[in-house]
């Protein structure tokens, strides 16, 4: 029998033995480090405290008494300041004062119209005010049936009801114009189911039928940009050549609205002519009205044809809004749009919510026995414009507002929105980009927890970060009051989270479970480890047996 030389066995122990503390010592923690998933650190506290979020709006409003609706005693007592608050956390800051003699003066214009523009150039109102200016029961300002003008600007006339008698008390006074200011502000400003709806995909409560589901969700979610496409539809080049003055429209038309729209989103503008575009759907010809007809009905056939031929912006992820002029071929006009009770649509258009508009123009007056093709025909651009201005206005968010009885709403002018409507606007998104953006960040945060193999990079947490700021900025500024910034941070909240959310590297190793982790380690290291482990295992038990032979 041949024995082992003690020194190879001692070596061999020595070797078994600095291979595996080798192993443990540096390989383990060597494999551990560059094979670990570097997640960056996130705010979780901060995150945290979104999801218990609470808004609180405040509306600074400017109350401002002209000469004949106070009593002089009644003017000493007006107070300089008062606190409303409503549901939801709505605080009117109101505050109260006499006129100005030039005040005074802008009100002794012969029209409402007017006085409204004279005010207008005299106070500089902050956005998402609102100044009312309460003015005599005599005053001829305003009709005898009508009680309030709503101008463009931020200024509200207010008819006051209440004489002015010597003796009558100012809180009877205030008391009987608070439901009339009240009304005004739900006009001018915002309201319980705007912010509701802001808060619920722009969902507003209190709406059943179908008509007011789809006027609710007409507008499309808010955005950091839109791009806006007018598109020219000519079925029938060989029989009409048409001819649209687009850019002269534009300008006219769709920038003016753009410009003042510039706070709450970047809009980009394109044009263009599609040749034998045709519709989807054959309209039926109605004998009793000598046209070819389309029914409520086939409307929704309409887009997805017409759609295949738009093209797409595939540089870029914004909305799109289309707006589609359709001139009908020879044989099919005139072509008329009928409602749900076959009725003729009054403008030939029509809108699907979120997507956009399309306008039937019929050019069948240029046809005749003698006419010789193709005819060249001249669009109308003012009254195109005029139904595509409506329809984006409805797409952006502008909401229909009724007036009230005794109200009257000045038409919104050359720029296509007054400066209350726009501040009702900012109201809505501001709020509705808190809600989305906490939704987002709260919601990427709950995933990263659920998955710890997800790679959480350095931008990726500067993302978080800014829009975790930006978020409380934007909600202290509308606790404050100021919409301007609470809009500009809103958006830098809902841009931060929205990158931050769909960044692609997250999806790396989204998909790779820990049993694969074991289906690739174990072939790689159990041939390694087994031969270590058995060594161990027989130095341990010699080391046992030599102490068993010790102790005998």
């Not at 608050?85 to 409402?112: C, H, I, S, W």
């Not at 595509?388 to 909401?399: A, E, P």
């Not at 720029?415 to 709260?442: K, M, P, Q």
Request: charged share 20%; proline share 6%; hydrophobic share 45%.
């Amino acid at each position: 029998m041949m024995l082992t030389p003690p020194c190879f066995t001692q070596r061999g122990r020595s070797a078994a033995v600095a291979i595996a503390a080798l192993v443990i010592a540096a390989g383990i923690p060597l494999w551990w480090k560059t094979t670990e998933t570097y997640r960056a650190w996130l705010p979780a506290a901060r995150i945290s405290e979104l999801e218990a979020l609470q808004l609180e709006l405040r509306v600074e409003v400017e109350v401002v008494f002209a000469r004949g609706t106070l009593s002089p005693e009644q003017q000493k007592k007006v107070p300089a300041s008062r606190m409303h608050k409503t549901g939801l956390k709505f605080t009117y800051e109101t505050r109260f004062r006499t006129a100005t003699v030039m005040e005074e003066d802008a009100l002794n214009q012969p029209t409402a119209a007017e006085a409204d523009h004279a005010l207008h150039t005299l106070t500089e109102t902050s956005c998402g005010s609102v100044v009312i200016y309460i003015i005599p029961e005599a005053s001829a300002l305003l009709p005898q049936d009508m009680r309030v003008y709503v101008g463009r600007s931020r200024t509200a006339l207010l008819r006051s009801q209440v004489a002015s008698v010597v003796g009558a008390g100012l809180p009877e006074v205030l008391a009987a114009l608070d439901p009339q200011m009240e009304q005004v502000l739900q006009t001018m400003s915002f309201n319980h189911q705007d912010v509701t709806a802001a808060l619920t995909d722009r969902l507003r409560p209190g709406l059943s039928t179908r008509d007011s589901l789809a006027d609710s969700m007409r507008a499309f979610k808010s955005s950091p940009g839109y791009e806006i496409t007018f598109s020219l539809l000519n079925p029938d080049p060989k029989h009409h050549q048409l001819h649209w003055d687009v850019e002269a429209a534009l300008d006219a038309y769709i920038y003016p609205l753009l410009h003042k729209m510039a706070p709450v989103a970047n809009f980009s503008v394109d044009s263009q002519i599609l040749y034998y575009a045709v519709l989807g759907v054959n309209p039926r010809y109605d004998a009793s009205a000598s046209a070819y007809t389309l029914s409520a009905d086939s409307l929704a056939h309409v887009i997805n044809p017409v759609e295949a031929r738009l093209g797409s912006n595939a540089a870029s992820s914004n909305p799109v809004l289309n707006f589609l002029l359709y001139v009908p071929d020879s044989l099919h006009s005139p072509l008329i749009i009928r409602n749900d009770q076959k009725q003729e649509v009054a403008s030939n258009a029509f809108h699907s919510p979120r997507w956009g508009g399309i306008m039937v123009y019929n050019v069948d007056g240029a046809y005749g026995n003698d006419t010789q093709f193709p005819v060249d025909i001249a669009i109308d651009m003012s009254r195109v414009m005029g139904v595509f201005l409506s329809q984006l206005r409805l797409m952006l968010g502008f909401q229909q507002t009724g007036a009230p009885p005794g109200f009257v709403l000045e038409a919104a002018g050359r720029e296509g929105v007054a400066e209350w409507e726009l501040d009702r606007l900012l109201w809505s998104r501001s709020v509705e980009n808190v809600a989305t953006a906490s939704a987002s960040i709260t919601s990427l945060a709950q995933l990263l927890d659920q998955i710890a193999n997800i790679v959480i990079n350095d931008n990726i947490a500067q993302q978080v970060a800014s829009a975790v700021t930006a978020l409380q900025a934007a909600v202290a500024e509308l606790e404050a009051g100021n919409l301007a910034l609470a809009l500009e941070h809103s958006r830098e909240a809902i841009s931060a989270s929205e990158r931050a959310f769909f960044d692609p590297s997250l999806l790396h190793l989204l998909y790779f479970p820990d049993d694969q982790k074991f289906a690739i380690y174990i072939p790689l290291f159990l041939p390694m480890c087994v031969p270590i482990l058995l060594s161990l295992l027989k130095i341990f038990r010699e080391v046992q047996q030599h102490r068993f032979d010790k102790l005998e």
